[in-house]
């Protein structure tokens, strides 16, 4: 079965730092781009970040440019998310989420069930 | 940046009925245009690729039309566990606001 884990997520104070992973089973994770989505709470999706199959190719919502860096680790089958100089608005509900295909244009088809981070004085 | 606008906001509609999501985008997204449905507790799950393509396992009441900067989503006959919240998305990148689609 295809599956995507996340772990990570938690209380961290404005301006502090958290890391994300995510770890994938059931399919060939080498194969695959991969994203990273997120809710807010009350709020709708919101695109976050992708990365390429070798990860020499990642791109970023506006909202977290410059502090959020995507990574992954093909022999571990995992992917990250680093995120840095964090601000309330970051609170949210983070998705990792798989790219049908071998590109980003078809749709993400299978999710993890996600990770809360928290940020808060 | 592109923008996608999603109408209405929230539909009210019953089983059986027949439901009409629209998708509008603020330039050519070309036929790169997904949906995806989320139920609240759950994860996000992919219904349309390419504007028009079924993903594996969905239902044919599901069905999507468009290209370019107008798309729409059409459920045939609501069934009660298709209300729930929509997304539309452009080249695996930005989503749409939403649609609530509540009984």
């Known amino acids: 079965e295809e599956q995507l884990l996340e772990s990570g997520g938690g209380l961290v104070q404005p301006g502090g730092s958290l890391r994300l992973s995510c770890a994938a089973s059931?399919?060939?994770?080498?194969?695959?781009?991969m994203s990273w989505v997120r809710q807010a709470p009350g709020k709708g999706l919101e695109w976050v970040s992708a990365?390429?199959?070798?990860?020499?190719?990642?791109y970023y919502g506006d909202s977290v440019k410059g502090r959020f860096t995507i990574s992954r680790d093909n022999s571990k089958s995992t992917l990250y998310l680093q995120m840095s100089s964090l601000r309330a608005e970051d609170t949210a509900l983070y998705y990792c989420?798989?790219?049908?295909?071998?590109?980003?244009?078809?749709?993400?088809?299978?999710w993890g069930h996600g990770t809360t981070v928290t940020v808060s004085s | 940046e592109i923008v996608l606008t999603q109408s209405p906001a929230t539909l009210s509609l019953s089983p059986g009925e027949r439901a009409t999501l629209s998708c509008r985008a603020s330039?050519?997204?070309?036929?790169?245009l997904v949906w995806y449905q989320h139920r609240p507790g759950q994860a996000p799950r992919l219904l349309i690729y390419?504007?028009?393509n079924r993903a594996t396992g969905i239902p044919a009441r599901f069905s999507g039309s468009g290209s370019g900067t107008d798309f729409t989503l059409t459920i045939s006959s609501l069934e009660p566990e298709d209300f729930a919240h929509y997304y539309c998305q452009q080249r695996g990148r930005t989503f749409g606001q939403g649609t609530k689609l509540e009984i």
């Open positions: 990365i390429s199959v070798s990860g020499g190719m990642t």
């Open positions: 059931g399919f060939t994770f080498n194969n695959s781009p």
């Open positions: 330039q050519s997204v070309g036929p790169y």
């Open positions: 390419n504007a028009v």
């Open positions: 989420a798989k790219y049908r295909g071998s590109g980003t244009n078809y749709g993400m088809d299978i």
